[in-house]
T-cell receptor, first 117, second 113 residues
Framework: AQKITQTQPGMFVQEKEAVTLDCTYDTSDPSYGLFWYKQPSSGEMIFLIYQGSYDQQNATEGRYSLNFQKARKSANLVISASQLGDSAMYFCAMREGSGGGADGLTFGKGTHLIIQP | AAGVIQSPRHLIKEKRETATLKCYPIPRHDTVYWYQQGPGQDPQFLISFYEKMQSDKGSIPDRFSAQQFSDYHSELNMSSLELGDSALYFC????????????FGSGTRLTVV
């Protein structure tokens, strides 16, 4: 079974609109971390936001916020006031465990977001 | 701020050749991770090192090996290259085995012809 599911292969959004990128996850570990990364066409992997499983509040970083619904195992990324430069692939990723053991991240298949002027 | 440095940025090799990719983590980061991202695919975790010891292993082929050196830089060695090894190879580094998050390098794009 997929550990990270991103159901939107591609999205077109008008500039200045808010965007929600979906991510659901599957784990039986009570301690885990959820990450969102942006990958522009140039290829680099840019960290956007992190949510720990025990965090009481939803994470926010500037225009990015994470809508964390633990019971539904959902960690959607919300981008407010989208910009042309937001056009990129977006990956949701999970680390199981509290970080000890240098566990690798498991990535979803990604969502290709295109912002239209 | 210093980032994760990967070299080379691009590499072209022929089938059956050997390739070595290098990764220089952020200063004071003690953990290094390697990922492989095929064309149009999500990154796949290969292997990680903490304090110069192998820590976790993912879907790394037996033809690949890696190590972390005393200065914390890491090298990924790939032998008997196949066309399917063509991919973007990322290195990431972290402090305390990822507890504080991960920083990725810009990647090495390997093309096997």
């Amino acid at each position: 079974a997929q550990k990270i599911t991103q159901t939107q292969p591609g999205m077109f959004v008008q500039e200045k609109e808010a965007v929600t990128l979906d991510c659901t996850y599957d784990t039986s570990d009570p301690s885990y971390g959820l990450f969102w990364y942006k990958q522009p066409s140039s290829g680099e992997m840019i960290f956007l936001i992190y949510q720990g499983s025990y965090d009481q509040q939803n994470a926010t970083e500037g225009r990015y916020s994470l809508n964390f619904q633990k019971a539904r195992k959902s960690a959607n990324l919300v981008i407010s006031a989208s910009q042309l430069g937001d056009s990129a692939m977006y990956f949701c990723a999970m680390r199981e465990g509290s970080g000890g053991g240098a566990d690798g991240l498991t990535f979803g298949k990604g969502t290709h977001l295109i912002i239209q002027p | 701020a210093a980032g994760v440095i990967q070299s080379p940025r691009h590499l072209i090799k022929e089938k059956r050749e050997t390739a070595t990719l290098k990764c220089y983590p952020i200063p004071r980061h003690d953990t290094v991770y390697w990922y492989q991202q095929g064309p149009g695919q999500d990154p796949q975790f290969l292997i990680s090192f903490y304090e110069k010891m192998q820590s976790d292993k993912g879907s790394i082929p037996d033809r690949f090996s890696a190590q972390q050196f005393s200065d914390y830089h890491s090298e990924l060695n790939m032998s008997s290259l196949e066309l399917g090894d063509s991919a973007l190879y990322f290195c990431a580094s972290s402090l305390e085995q990822g507890y504080y998050g991960y920083t990725f390098g810009s990647g090495t794009r390997l093309t096997v012809v």
